[in-house]
């Protein structure tokens, strides 16, 4: 893994996605390398260049600084491009000096991440008046997980990271997604009530979103494993059907568990 020391000339961001009005991200890349990330292709970059080098950018706190100072207080989104809280921010800890910076101001904080890391900033994030955490979580099979997520934290250490900051009153959520074509109707109940011992208060849904290689990068990862490597073959044609009927069934539960089940985009 390159890393690269750069500057930026802004922290904040415009935010067109659902609830937030800001977005921060203080890397570029991303060393989880989460084979269905689809991120290179909306940046347009290649999935190397994604994966295999990280910028670190190194001033990002000062300038957060600077523009709490002019811009309108809004809801910031942490991060919403790259994880704020992979492996390399245990060293650089760009996210912690920058809720140093958010919390002067006490802007409302929504972060997402799948990484426990977060729960080394308990200290900060739990002095925000308003501050929402909402865990990645793609699946409850570890092994999948490893397949899919190789750098990423395990699921149980995830949920725990959750049932941590929502008995703190901390606002928690899950991303459950990009739902697997592997996970089952069957599953879906007890995926639900899993979630519901963490104490979350509601959970935004997405699907596999095949970008330009993403399929390929898949199916070339995991060729030894023979039933998800099926299921990954043939995932151009089920994707759709598959995903529609797994929606249905959980906001079906959602509503019959009181929790709130929204379409992340």
């Known amino acids: 893994m390159k890393i690269e020391h750069i500057s930026c000339k802004s922290a904040l961001s415009k935010s067109n996605l659902l609830g937030l009005d800001y977005s921060l991200n203080p890397y570029k890349g991303c060393a989880h390398q989460c084979l269905y990330c689809y991120v290179p292709s909306v940046l347009r970059i290649t999935r190397e260049q994604w994966s ?9 706190p000062k300038i957060l600084s600077n523009e709490l100072k002019k811009k309108p207080i809004g809801k910031v989104g942490i991060s919403t491009v790259t994880d704020p809280y992979q492996p390399i921010e245990q060293k650089y800890k760009l996210t912690r000096y920058c809720l140093e910076q958010l919390l002067k101001f006490d802007v409302p904080i929504s972060i997402q991440t799948k990484n426990k890391l977060v729960k080394r900033d ?9 501050a929402e955490l909402m865990m990645s979580i793609a699946t409850l099979n570890n092994e999948d997980r490893k397949l899919l997520e190789p750098y990423s934290s395990n699921i149980d250490e995830r949920l725990k990271v959750l049932s941590d900051f929502s008995n703190s009153g901390i606002k928690t959520s899950v991303f459950f997604g990009p739902i697997y074509p592997t996970i089952t109707i069957d599953e879906i109940p007890p995926i639900i009530e899993k979630f519901l011992d963490c104490n979350i208060s509601e959970m935004m849904i997405d699907k596999f979103r095949l970008k330009k290689g993403i399929r390929e990068n898949i199916i070339s990862h995991m060729k030894k494993e023979e039933q998800l490597y099926k299921k990954f073959r043939q995932i151009n044609d089920i994707i759709n059907e598959h995903y529609n009927e797994i929606r249905s069934e959980l906001i079906k539960n959602g509503k019959e568990k009181g929790i709130l089940i929204q379409d992340a985009f």
């Not at 910028?55 to 990002?60: A, G, Q, T």
Request: no cysteine; net charge neutral.
């Open 52 to 60: 295999n080098k990280i910028l670190i950018k190194e001033n990002i």
């Open 122 to 130: 308990y200290d900060i994030i739990t002095k925000f008046s308003e």
